[in-house]
């Protein structure tokens, strides 16, 4: 069976993921609040990370340790990284065969950490399984979408949950290219 990729992110209720020079300093108050929203029985459930050079870079610019010691992580980038953490693997190459190096790690669910062109382009490649996004309470009015492409996909509703901070955090299952989902089919 592959694994599940899962692109669990925060977005502003205007669909972006951070500003547009990358910065996600608008969450801050979010992170503040003293609720998880989730995040830490979700990093429990997961087993492998997949991110994107500019994510990569936002979360080192973070004060602190690498956030992720436990999970091995493939970086995509174009362009040679000096040393990496522990278990972190930086390469040129497509998220397809990043993914197929994390299921012979024994990978089930990965992370996709983002950003928004990775995102993108694993949606448009048919690689990604579940999309989780904490809505956050806030319009930036400009910034990195929450996927740069523009595809068309129907999405079943598995959960949702709201928060005291006023994040909506929705569960959707990515349904293959053409399904409809039963609510919307006619009996």
Known sequence: MKPALIYYV?????????RPDGR???????E???DDHGYQAFYASIDGLLMGRGTYDTVLGFA????????????LTRHSMEQTPAGVIARHASPAEALSELEALGCQRIWLVG????????FAAGLLDELVVSLVPYL?????????TGLERHLKLHEQRSFSSGVVQLHYQVLPENAVPESFQQT
């Open 10 to 18: 925060a977005a502003s209720l205007d669909g972006y993921i951070a």
């Open 24 to 30: 996600v300093d608008w969450l801050q108050p979010i």
């Open 32 to 34: 503040a609040s003293g």
């Open 64 to 75: 602190g340790d690498w956030p992720y010691p436990d999970k091995p992580c493939r970086v």
């Open 115 to 122: 950003g928004g062109a990775l995102a993108g382009t694993c």
């Open 140 to 148: 930036l009015g400009a910034g990195i979408p929450l996927f740069a």
